[in-house]
């Protein structure tokens, strides 16, 4: 696909300019004319060829001069080397896609003539006459871009108007995945699963065999998208990629000029809860899979409400959980309708973009009580269940009362939104045994699944808690603590004095022993968990509050943010000031670090001069920014040592990512590049990546 560059669109969208595609020009039809069709396109291709610089050849130039490209597919097809010495471009085309949205001084523009399409950088604002079907004459001079050759330098004439490209390839997601139709006109075929609106740009979720493509379309006055939803469509759009910042792709976009290159196959229906109900337990089985890209309808009773998050159901079958932005209030019992496309969440199905409807007051459905060996057994996914552990932790950090039980030789986790929690919440002590009531949701081991005899393998599981009344208090922690052992001791013994100094020796060994034991425990679960130096999360707690923190922004549909903090030139630090130096530029870096972030978030060295901070329940991903910049301006603070100063600045890597595109190892991996930007581009500052946003930007701080 075209691209020279990385921009950010208003509304909350990046684009990056990288089209390109095969197009057929078409003459402007004349109503009043009686002349064929075809015979118009003839004449009028025949006026391209002569009236412009021949198609297919190169306009012969002096000695020691580059040629003169003069089709949209010669210039696209240079290399990148090729393509970076500035050819020289003169074409004329149709414009197939525009987007002057995207800033006062760039706009998203594609040209496609006889043979086939490519990306004009054009930099020096929008142009108000340009829309899809414009006839325009383009000279500039060729580009590397970042994916493909493009036109740098444009200069737009608008000639008139013609037709968009009247034939195009269909094509299926496995060709599109292949970058071989990179900026092609292209056809293709699925069922528009949702919507996204923002200022002007819809983003239509286009589900085809074999996973999704993200449709991109300028927003039009007055148009409704929603009717789109569960449609089967055929889309005709420039075929585009989405690559990382290594240039590769990883994923498909499609850019499609307006609703007047959407046709609908198959309408969906207009109510869709008169869609046949069908149970939760054929849901992608053998005689349902094949139907798995439309909506269903199911029926059951509620289980569970998260308002404008999740919604759990029960039939006559078993469980089921949905995914939902509705926020209508139900209660446990009630009969409810809900439709929503089926996706495969741990081992069990879900339904992601549902919604609901009310149908009667019923009757809440009875929890089962079991242990963590028989949840393990993989057979209580979605259902509501009720266990007992003994309450290791609370995690704090997230935006969920956590609690960590143990079970036997099982950890499990019962959650609760802190929306819902209340004063009861006071009342669970560390060390109390739990009754815990909740939907169970079990999580995979993908290895184990994956090389199986096709059966998944359960590896761990978490419980939803509905309410605070979900746990029940079983045992409070024990009363007999050293302490007051030692004053039932002192009193028992305070009787005679034939034993007083007994007493008071046993008594101050006591004192002694428990008091090691309290400062070895302590100090060995914050070394576990904790950096020795600067006393911040160490990796193991980190990767934990990731894994809760993704779990978490997924439910919620909101964001997290990933920061990397290298401080810059560590090592001459080291050699010129020493190691006792070195030590302290870290401690003092964390402290600062502490200062710089919000209370919620994490602060981890994960070795050397590397730290990582983590965002969570990020609503704004600017926030990620803000942030970034006051810790590069916080750290930039010479430390005093032995005397002296030793100058200090740090280069931070941000990856920012919404719900749909969480993971992992993608934010770790991203920040870890952006941090690398960061510092090539000189150090002291900030580089943020955003992959749910498709957006970058570089921030310096002197």
Known sequence: MNSGRCDRMKGGIQLRGEEQGKACLMPVRDTRSKVPVAMLSVIFLACLFFASPAIGQSAKEPAGKLRTLTTAREAHDLTSEEAARGYPVHLRGVVTYYDPSIGSKRAVLFVHDATGGIYAELVEGSIEDLTPGTLVDVRGVSGAGEFAPIVNHPQIKVIGHAPLPANASQENLSRLKSGALDGQWIEAEGVIRSFVEYRHIVALQLVMDGGTATILIVREAGAVYSGLVDAKVRVRANAGPTFNRTLQMIGVRLFCPGLSAITIVEAPQNDPFNLPIISVDTLLRWDQVSDSLHRVHLRGTVTLQWPGASLCIHDATRGICAQTAQ??????????????FVAVQGSAPVLTDAVFRWRSNGKPVAAEFVTAEQILLGRYDSEPVQIDGQLDAIDTATSDTTLLLASGKNIFAAILPKALAGREADAWKIGSVLHVTGICSVQLDEQRSAIGEGMAVPKSFRILMRTPQDVIVLKRPSWWTPVHALVLLALALAVTLLVLAWVVVLRKRVDEQTHLLRKSEELFRHMALHDSLTGLAARPLLQDRLNVGVEAAKRHKTGLALLMVDIDRFKQTNDTYGHQAGDEVLRMAAQHLLQAVRKTDTVARIGGDEFVVLLSDLSNPRMAEE??????????????FAGGEVPVSASVGVCTALAEDLDV????????????QAKAKGRNCFYVFTPSQHRTKTESIA
């Open 327 to 340: 926020n209508t209030p139900v209660a446990e019992g009630d009969d409810v309708d809900v439709v929503g």
């Open 627 to 640: 942030i970034a910049a006051n810790i590069v301006a916080t750290l930039a603070v010479p430390v005093h």
């Open 665 to 676: 190892d993608f934010l770790l991996k991203n920040a870890d590049a952006a941090l690398y």
